[in-house]
């Protein structure tokens, strides 16, 4: 039995839809089952990773794990899945990461908290593999809205530039790597993965990508920081997680967000999809 946290989100989802589409059985960790719609195949519990109590009967019969979790109490919650995941002899986790966690400079909020969950699976003697993508593909979902009405998208640090990844693409990489029957000579024990799309793409050029997909013409209108942290609070984004989105999002001016990696092409034996892929899959909703 494989264990997927964070399962209703667009990464946990892909990850489920993957792993039941590769024939392997799937529980999801959710803290509100009624509402999680996962297909009838997936085995769904409720616990809470904040609420270590309601851990070990989630736990009970798996034997390897996809762990997603966010957050300012991500470290709390990974520590909390990894002690109660050796407590039931699960052999293998695979978590979701930040691709910014290796670097020393990287201090503020998001890989600061990924940097202290990957400790603490390390600390666990569970067997691990750590994959890190620089950026997410379906973040362009947050256009959605003045696309649609204004044939607008407004983004900040329009000369930065990121080989996001399609989450399809994550899904895939956590799949090949949760259903290796041989974990041992897989090479993927104890390793650590860098996940990009195939180009980095600044939000004018993803503008471009999706004005084609759509058929009509979109312009890119870059905002300042302090107005693209304001839109993120009438979101509904507290203050912690939208300083932390805003940290991380300045990241696209360093080299380092631009780099494409080969890890997906190498584990998955195909090249990540393009924007260009992604776009014209969520089409409908840009529409």
Partial sequence: MILVTGATGIVGRAVVDHLLAAGAPVRAL???PDTAALPAAVDVVRADPGEPETLPAALKGVDRMFLLTAGPYL???DANLAEAAADAGVTHIVKL???RVDDPAATDPIPTWHRAGERAIRGSGIPWTMVRPLGFMSNALHWSHTVRTQDTVYAPFGHGRIAAIDPADIAAVATTILTEPRLAESGHRDRTYLLSGPEPLSPAEQTEILSDVLGRSLRYA???PAEARDALLRFGVDDTMANAIMALRATALEAFTSVV????EQITG????SFHDWAREHRAVFI
């Fill in 30 to 32: 959710t803290r509100r």
């Fill in 75 to 77: 470290a709390a919650y």
């Fill in 97 to 99: 990461s930040s691709g």
């Fill in 222 to 224: 870059e905002t300042s």
């Fill in 261 to 264: 990696h080969p890890d997906v």
């Fill in 270 to 273: 195909r090249a990540p999809r």
